[in-house]
């Protein structure tokens, strides 16, 4: 166990529609990073957010927003998805830019 | 071609074996991740390297600045070691690019 939660498991949800991811970071961790796994791509970084501050932005998508709350847990907002949202998506946290701790992941299906 | 690349892709191995993965990138970085992801998906962080070489038990992980090099040797190898590796870089932005990972198959 990483210290690190992802709500929820699993979600199914269709085209057009809008879903929260969250993630509660390790106790002591200002970073949080967000991930999407899918078959196709690998691992591919989304966003970080240190302390409430985003600190970095990678391949994500306008239609997706995250933010990191002041009790620094995370939410990754994907709006109007697509089929090729389907992925697992993960959170990792950090002390700052040391070792990440991942979570379990959201897998997200979309029909 | 990618910014980051790993070989092989695929690895069958006896137990035993001494294992070898590479990790070649084409970026500026301040620091390189090893993980670890297993068939159930979750993933560990086994690495994070800026210089020489770190030693974590049969792991062992190195990097080569100069080159743009990494290495994650695993010394007698185990069924359980059987999972996906993925080196990570960190770029100057702090981006984070992932290889493709490498598949690790150990053979009792």
């Known amino acids: 166990d990483s210290g690190v939660t992802q709500t929820p498991k699993h979600l199914i949800t269709a085209t057009g529609q809008r879903v929260t991811l969250r993630c509660s970071p390790r106790s002591g961790d200002l970073s949080v990073y967000w991930y999407q796994q899918s078959l196709d791509q690998g691992l591919q970084f989304l966003i970080q957010y240190y302390n409430g501050e985003e600190r970095a932005k990678g391949n994500i998508l306008e239609r997706f927003s995250a933010q990191q709350f002041p009790d620094l847990h995370s939410e990754l907002n994907l709006s109007s998805l697509e089929l090729g949202d389907s992925a697992l998506y993960f959170c990792a946290s950090s002390v700052a830019q040391s070792t990440q701790y991942f979570g379990p992941g959201t897998r997200l299906l979309v029909l | 071609k990618n910014e980051v690349e790993q070989s092989p892709q695929n690895l069958t191995a006896q137990e035993g074996e001494f294992i070898t993965i590479n990790c070649s990138y084409s970026v500026g970085i301040s620091a390189l991740h090893w993980l670890q992801q297993h068939p159930g998906g979750g993933i560990v962080s086994l690495f994070m390297l800026s210089s020489g070489k770190k030693k974590h038990g049969r792991l062992i992980a190195t990097i080569n600045i100069q080159e743009k090099h990494s290495s994650l040797h695993i010394t007698a190898s185990h069924p359980r070691d059987s999972a996906v590796y993925i080196c990570?870089?960190?770029?100057?932005?702090?981006?984070?690019?992932f290889g493709k990972g490498t598949r690790l198959h150990i053979l009792p």
């Open positions: 990570a870089v960190r770029d100057r932005d702090d981006k984070i690019i």
